[in-house]
């Protein structure tokens, strides 16, 4: 308990007003008459003259194409570097793919003749659910087997398999990157300090932002594309590495130091195998990224079911789009499991041992099945006629919708477009970047000090010395009203589950599902009740930010300290006082950490969303990969991540001041 000492001989005329009230209420004041006067701003308020741009845009195009074009090392070319590290990468992509999807192939293309079949289905399937009974006993293995046998049944057999050749081989690719990188991070501090924040921008630039360069310099394919999910499902793992080594147990490095290791030794002999653990769950990440990335980097030529979804995406097939994007999650799903199980279970099976056998178990009845499959049809390939697809359903219940329901979800998104939507816009896009940038640093300055707010307006200045503003206003007047949202029924979610287990059983599993869905499967609903516009964006931004606000919420609500509860109690509180008085303000700064991580998802998200139609830098982003324009891309892709960034740090930091002072009043 603390209690507020009041001088007796101040009076009412000495008070005075608090200095950051004071600034919110002019920054609100001089954005309404920005609003009300906007005709009377300056033009180059709203927008930089291209004269007085940096041109950072055309510099980087232009350095692009010197390399692709003009540089070399004198025994070769940039280009031919690049095509040469193409070629070296596809030969385990096309060993893979042979394996499992288009089987041994002599020459290319319609012309290519086949020499041997792919590995059946059924060795597949029996592979899958053998590991999962390894790693996980028999549940797993009935959950990995049945989701690879649904991959079969419903017809997704072969897409799949072509995605699961290039995931096999991007994401053991990125493990070994990030794993060198995360070594060097930890034993070399500068090399740390240079790398973070190229791993800050590496997490915040959009996805599409990635395609556009890679496609300059690798072309158009399925290598490009590889080389794109690889770089994508990097950082994770590099920051992993760092943690994970830095937290090794001080008494585990004495003992490899007082054995007579090596250096090399202390990191492959002491260190690595004490942070397997942490190190497996980077493992993960690099998985779950990778497939996330099979959408987006199908635009480049990696084709499987991320192609398949952007076809139908294109063409409005709802059926086909949702039978595709529900096999991405069962895969997804499936190697989350397995490779979570391999990870929690990694010592236990050291201890048992046996690997050995199981491994030429495996291979044996590889093998059989093979063999088999070369004699019967049936175990080679599913049969198609015991295929099952629901695109019919899908597409009579979209006719049934558009035909009895459109009226009312015309109506909800003229509601929502008319009275919200447009008048933020509009708002948001009657305000001089001169007042946006100083209302963000006086607000880094009283969350952080100088250098959050040097940081945050050098951010914003970024945006408009490139002539991006007007996109940028667009993208966070979209961003925020689609966070707010997602506040408003994540978070009350979040609490209601977090005070109540049994409603968290049931939230946590849609959760999980909501978490595993690929970005691009939230238009498809979202395009097939409300067309196309801003309204369908902040839909599917909304379903795709809204777990972590669900799940932050819950937590925070969770971890508030029994004691605190009962003083409330025992002070005659009501669950609804001891809710809103006690409760909810200790979860605040989890609450603040959950509302960043919504912000992130949603800007991810923006870039997507520029399919069906926004006009904000995510648009941008897409039409330089539309024609292939280098510069134009990544420099609306930084401003992306200068806006991620932004939000990233002034959150942050709200919520750290928010938890030092919970933690002053739990000690009080």
């Not at 041997?116 to 790693?135: E, H, I, Q, S």
């Not at 589950?497 to 968290?504: I, Q, S, V, Y």
Request: glycine share 8%.
């Amino acid at each position: 308990m603390t209690v507020a000492a009041v001088d007796s001989n101040a009076s009412v005329g000495e008070a005075r007003p608090n200095p950051a009230l004071v600034a919110v209420g002019v920054i609100a004041g001089l954005a309404l008459l920005s609003f009300i006067f906007k005709d009377s701003i300056p033009s180059w308020m709203r927008e930089l003259p291209p004269s007085w741009r940096i041109g950072l845009d055309a510099a980087i195009s232009a350095t692009m194409k010197w390399l692709v074009e003009q540089a070399s090392f004198g025994l070769f070319t940039f280009k031919e570097l690049t095509r040469a590290l193409a070629d070296l990468l596809n030969v385990p992509l096309d060993f893979a793919t042979s394996v499992l999807a288009t089987g041994l192939r002599d020459g290319r293309g319609s012309a290519a003749v086949q020499i041997a079949p792919p590995m059946p289905w059924l060795a597949v399937v029996g592979c899958v659910a053998a590991l999962g009974y390894r790693f996980g006993g028999t549940r797993l293995a009935l959950l990995a087997g049945g989701a690879f046998l649904y991959l079969a049944v419903f017809g997704q057999w072969a897409s799949a398999m072509l995605t699961l050749s290039s995931i096999v081989v991007a994401a053991p690719l990125g493990i070994a990157a990030g794993l060198l990188l995360g070594i060097a991070g930890y034993k070399a501090s500068l090399f740390k300090k240079l790398i973070t924040p190229i791993l800050d921008l590496m997490q915040t630039v959009p996805t599409f932002a990635y395609l556009v360069p890679i496609l300059f310099l690798f072309g158009f394919g399925p290598v490009a594309a590889m080389i794109a999910t690889m770089i994508y499902a990097l950082p994770p793992m590099v920051r992993v590495t760092m943690t994970a080594l830095e937290t090794v147990p001080r008494e585990i490095v004495e003992y490899g130091t007082m054995a007579g290791t090596t250096p090399r030794q202390m990191i492959t002999k002491v260190m690595l195998p004490a942070a397997r653990p942490q190190l497996l769950v980077g493992v993960n990440q690099v998985i779950m990224l990778s497939l996330n990335m099979v959408i987006i980097a199908s635009m480049i030529g990696a084709g499987g079911l991320g192609f398949d979804v952007l076809t139908s995406l294109r063409r409005l097939d709802i059926g086909r789009g949702l039978e595709a994007g529900v096999a991405i999650v069962v895969l997804a799903i499936a190697l989350d499991r397995l490779s979570q199980a391999y990870a929690e279970g990694a010592r236990l099976r050291e201890a048992k041992g046996g690997g050995l056998q199981f491994s030429l178990g495996l291979a044996g009845f590889v093998a059989v099945i093979y063999l088999l499959g070369l004699a019967v049809p049936f175990v080679a390939t599913y049969p198609q006629e015991l295929q099952v697809s629901t695109a019919p359903w899908w597409a009579d219940a979209v006719k049934w919708i558009n035909v009895n329901l459109f009226d009312v979800f015309d109506a909800v998104k003229n509601f929502v477009l008319l009275n919200i939507l447009l008048p933020v816009k509009r708002f948001m896009l009657a305000q001089p970047w001169p007042l946006v940038v100083a209302a963000l640093a006086y607000t880094g300055w009283c969350l952080g000090g100088v250098r959050l707010a040097a940081l945050v307006a050098g951010l914003s200045l970024f945006i408009v010395v490139n002539g991006q503003w007007e996109y940028a206003m667009i993208t966070i007047y979209l961003c925020a009203i689609s966070v707010v949202f997602a506040a408003l029924i994540g978070i009350p979610l979040g609490i209601y589950a977090g005070l109540n287990p049994r409603a968290w059983r049931v939230v946590e599993p849609i959760m999980d599902t909501l978490q595993t869905l690929p970005s691009f499967v939230y238009l498809i609903p979202a395009v097939m009740l409300f067309r196309v516009g801003d309204f369908t964006a902040m839909l599917a931004i909304v379903l795709y930010a809204l777990t972590p606000a669900v799940r932050y919420a819950a937590h925070g609500i969770r971890q508030v300290p029994v004691m605190l509860t009962e003083a409330g109690t025992a002070m005659g509180c009501t669950p609804s006082q001891i809710l809103r008085r006690i409760r909810i303000p200790f979860a605040l700064p989890t609450i603040l950490l959950g509302i960043n991580q919504t912000v992130m998802l949603a800007l991810s998200m923006l870039v997507i969303t520029a399919l069906v139609g926004t006009r904000d830098l995510g648009q941008q982003v897409y039409m330089a990969l539309t024609k292939a324009d280098v510069g134009k891309g990544l420099v609306a892709g930084l401003c992306v991540a200068a806006i991620a960034i932004t939000a990233d740090r002034l959150i942050g930091a709200a919520a750290n001041r928010l938890a030092t002072q919970r933690s002053g009043v739990t000690h009080g």
